[in-house]
């Protein structure tokens, strides 16, 4: 079992009145990718915040790396990395001007070295003594997240790291941070892009008006939602009608000759629903399981929240 890079327990903080984070615990597995969901206002910032040592809680406690975030705020610095949710990178330097000040910044050894090979691995050789104030959006994100690197961070914090970039610079980061995390760095992770969620996060957490409402893999949040079936096809019409007076609770579609049958998804009930299907010789020419995705998940744990526009 891998150990925890980062454990909360209890943590709490308001501004006011408000509480924006009531009481929160979760854990995250070292060399994982966990993601913090939510809509806006529900606490994600403020829990980044938090874990980085930009804000104190007012209640809880929040280790990072095995290091109290209240009371060893030098060691979790020395261990993390953060990306906000816009590149925070000197539009008046260079990109390797940019990178050769964050390791000064540092005190990196071997600084030129480091440089070089953060440049070669985001594919920034090219444009690497242009100013940034000329490069495109995916190419500042991809600058800012080397910069977040120069120091070897065990723990990196990524806020919402491909706002407003395209499909494909979207697809790109995605590929730098499975490489990162097979090299054993632990990703965590904040997006308003579920697909996004969904591709890269070993375990999600959703946060609603400060509280965590589910916890799990993203299979297993699909699997809380109702909606999940079996879709069966079958080879004619005749398979189809035997079929839907066995399995009474089905939705039939004649132009498509399939059945839609409610189920939880489980192997038990899958097996169940294959033996009677068996049991009255009836074979079905296709078979599948349909569950309900991380939009919907996201949609009906929020409901009673203001909705806010989520991109696939």
């Known amino acids: 079992m891998k150990s925890s890079a980062i454990a909360v327990t209890g943590l709490r903080k308001a501004y006011g009145d408000k509480a924006v984070?009531?009481?929160?615990?979760?854990?995250?597995?070292?060399?994982?990718?966990?993601?913090?969901?939510?809509?806006?206002?529900?606490?994600?910032?403020?829990?980044?915040?938090?874990?980085?040592?930009l804000v104190h809680a007012d209640a809880g406690t929040a280790r990072v790396a095995g290091y109290d975030v209240a009371s060893r705020t030098k060691e979790v610095?020395?261990?993390?990395?953060?990306?906000?949710?816009?590149?925070?990178?000197?539009?008046?330097?260079?990109?390797?001007?940019?990178?050769?000040?964050?390791?000064?910044?540092?005190?990196?050894?071997?600084?030129?070295?480091?440089?070089?090979?953060?440049?070669?691995r985001f594919d920034l050789e090219e444009s690497a003594d242009k100013l940034a104030a000329?490069?495109?959006?995916?190419?500042?994100?991809?600058?800012?997240?080397?910069?977040?690197?120069?120091g070897k961070p065990r723990i990196l914090f990524l806020d919402e790291p491909t706002t407003g970039l395209d499909p494909r610079s979207r697809r790109t980061m995605w590929g730098i941070v499975r490489e990162l995390v097979a090299e054993g760095t632990t990703?965590?992770?904040?997006?308003?892009?579920?697909?996004e969620a969904d591709q890269l996060a070993d375990r999600i957490a959703v946060?609603?008006?400060?509280?965590?409402?589910?916890?799990?893999?993203?299979?297993?949040?699909?699997?809380?939602?109702?909606?999940?079936h079996v879709r069966l096809r079958f080879a004619d019409l005749h398979g189809l009608d035997a079929a839907a007076r066995v399995l009474a609770s089905s939705t039939r579609d004649d132009e498509e000759l399939t059945l839609r049958v409610p189920s939880d998804g489980a192997s038990r009930s899958l097996r169940a629903l294959l033996d009677r299907l068996d049991e009255h010789a009836i074979d079905a020419a296709e078979f599948s399981v349909h569950t309900p995705d991380l939009d919907d998940v996201f949609l009906a744990l929020t409901e009673h929240t203001t909705k806010e526009t989520i991109t696939r």
């Open 134 to 150: 000329t490069y495109s959006g995916g190419m500042r994100r991809k600058l800012d997240l080397a910069m977040t690197l120069v």
């Open 207 to 228: 946060l609603n008006e400060g509280r965590l409402v589910a916890q799990g893999t993203p299979e297993e949040l699909k699997r809380q939602i109702p909606g999940t």
């Open 21 to 53: 984070l009531d009481g929160i615990d979760f854990e995250v597995a070292s060399g994982s990718v966990f993601s913090l969901l939510g809509p806006n206002g529900a606490g994600k910032t403020t829990t980044v915040n938090i874990l980085t040592t």
């Open 77 to 120: 610095r020395s261990v993390i990395g953060v990306t906000g949710q816009f590149a925070a990178v000197d539009d008046l330097l260079s990109g390797r001007e940019n990178l050769r000040m964050m390791a000064d910044l540092k005190r990196v050894r071997s600084a030129g070295q480091v440089v070089s090979q953060l440049l070669d």
């Open 187 to 195: 990703i965590f992770l904040t997006t308003q892009y579920l697909e």
